[in-house]
T-cell receptor, first 114, second 115 residues
Framework: KAGVTQTPRYLIKTRGQQVTLSCSPI?????VSWYQQTPGQGLQFLFE???????NKGNFPGRFSGRQFSNSRSEMNVSTLELGDSALYLCASSLGGTGLGGYTFGSGTRLTVV | DQQVKQNSPSLSVQEGRISILNCDYT??????FLWYKKYPAEGPTFLISISSIKDKNEDGRFTVFLNKSAKHLSLHIVPSQPGDSAVYFCASSYAGGTSYGKLTFGQGTILTVHP
């Protein structure tokens, strides 16, 4: 059974640019959540999508957005990149987005903003 | 506002001994608690979880204890092995629409198991 796949693994962007990250969930999983991990703030929840609808959102500015497609694959977009956006971006998939132990994480995309 | 706290940034243990990782939370709404293990350059891997209706859950070498009155949980690893060396995160969530897909994580504890 394939795991959660995130692409690309590494990315270097310049301040002011925008970036799109991709996440393919485990087959059958309809919920995809996104997290940002930084040394200072730890793992912070960005948003969650289920059946192409955003059901939950964390405390991030509007520059951070996402979407989910009918095959449950999800993308997140960050516009007008800032140096502080440098982080490891993780996505996690689950069947329904609630419950114990149901979240499987991908290996992440390491974004560096210069 | 850190709702989930892991106060020990690191823990060093001898192989074969017990590792105890601790986690405190402040949000009384949390009713699911999970532990994840993370290696560098990889995503977190689920280890074990517990519901607030229980006070203990075991899975092989891993046991999680929950003390609701103290808002405290701990992960026991017995016996510890060098392959257990990683960063351990506790995470919490609760049932309800505002928590869909959301886990609240602690800052992590780096566990080092020495041969």
């Amino acid at each position: 059974k394939a795991g959660v796949t995130q692409t690309p693994r590494y990315l270097i962007k310049t301040r002011g640019q925008q970036v799109t990250l991709s996440c393919s969930p485990i087959s059958g999983h309809r919920s995809v959540s996104w997290y940002q991990q930084t040394p200072g703030q730890g793992l912070q929840f960005l948003f969650e999508y289920f059946s192409e609808t955003q059901r939950n959102k964390g405390n991030f500015p509007g520059r951070f957005s996402g979407r989910q497609f009918s095959n449950s694959r999800s993308e997140m977009n960050v516009s007008t990149l800032e140096l502080g956006d440098s982080a490891l971006y993780l996505c996690a998939s689950s069947l329904g987005g609630t419950g114990l132990g149901g979240y499987t994480f991908g290996s992440g995309t390491r974004l560096t903003v210069v | 506002d850190q709702q989930v706290k892991q106060n020990s940034p690191s823990l060093s243990v001898q192989e074969g001994r017990i590792s105890i990782l601790n986690c405190d939370y402040t949000n009384s709404m949390f009713d699911y608690f999970l532990w994840y293990k993370k290696y560098p350059a990889e995503g977190p891997t689920f280890l074990i979880s517990i519901s607030s209706i229980k006070d203990k859950n075991e899975d092989g070498r891993f046991t999680v204890f929950l003390n609701k009155s103290a808002k405290h949980l701990s992960l026991h690893i017995v016996p510890s092995q060098p392959g257990d060396s990683a960063v351990y995160f506790c995470a919490s969530s609760y049932a309800g629409g505002t928590s869909y897909g959301k886990l609240t994580f602690g800052q992590g504890t780096i566990l080092t198991v020495h041969p």
